[in-house]
């Protein structure tokens, strides 16, 4: 099984790209890119998706992009197909989980709680995303979860925000943080690109 964090090298912060257009998500990923990040999540919930991640790929080779949103075989397929790097759901299943094991890429399942856990666990998982990780207990759960699944560590998604990033990457079972709060719709709608730069610089720092 490939690891996730490894793909992820020094980056802790996981930039949440979702756009309604190629062009849209070409200039987020730049935005990004200038701040140094090196690799990107493109979440699997808008029509231009896909097209998308081509795209990213093509203009930005020194981007490792990969796709979010992954509910089943058939998006694994068409991730993959688009170029994705890696996979990340926001959810498991053992019919899901059995579909991506064979995965050429890195996969991040999604988790909400300790059956998630264990569930992923027995298939081979040490690393997770827990989602939505706000409304699923936090830092406190994430806190809970250090003694009870020593040997697993997370990528808390999900109300992650500029004021309480850092509080989750203190903790010792988070290897990274992610979230489109780098990249506000608001921001993307009104092209503000250095926005982004400055929110992603900010959480690397
Ligand atoms: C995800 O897919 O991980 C979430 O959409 C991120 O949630 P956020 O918008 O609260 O950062």
């Known amino acids: 099984m490939k690891s996730f964090s490894q793909l992820m090298g020094e980056q802790t912060l996981l930039p949440i790209i979702q756009a309604n257009s190629v062009e849209e998500g070409v200039n987020i990923a730049k935005a990004m890119a200038d701040a140094g990040i090196a ?8 029509p231009a998706s896909l097209a998308v991640i081509s795209a990213i790929k093509a203009q930005l080779p020194q981007l ?18 688009a170029g994705a790097d890696f996979i990340i759901t926001p959810a498991t299943s053992d019919t899901l989980l059995k579909a991506l094991a064979d995965s050429p890429v890195p996969v991040l399942p999604g988790v909400s ?19 939505p990780a706000s409304l699923s207990g936090g830092i406190p759960f994430l806190s809970a979860m250090s003694s009870v699944f ?7 998604t999900g109300g992650i925000s500029a004021s309480n ?23 993307v709608e009104n092209q503000q690109w250095q926005n982004i730069t400055d929110a992603c610089a900010q959480a690397c720092k």
């Open 150 to 156: 020593g040997d697993i560590i997370f990528c808390p």
């Open 64 to 81: 490792k992009v990969g796709a979010g949103t992954i509910l089943s075989a058939k998006d694994h397929h068409a991730a993959l197909d």
């Open 39 to 46: 690799l990107v999540e493109v979440v699997l919930r808008t």
């Open 113 to 131: 709680n300790t059956a998630d856990i264990l569930l992923a666990r027995e298939h081979g998982y040490s690393e997770l995303k827990l989602f």
């Open 165 to 187: 990033n850092k509080d989750y990457l203190a903790l010792n079972n988070v290897f990274a943080v992610g979230g489109t709060w780098v990249a506000k719709a608001d921001w």
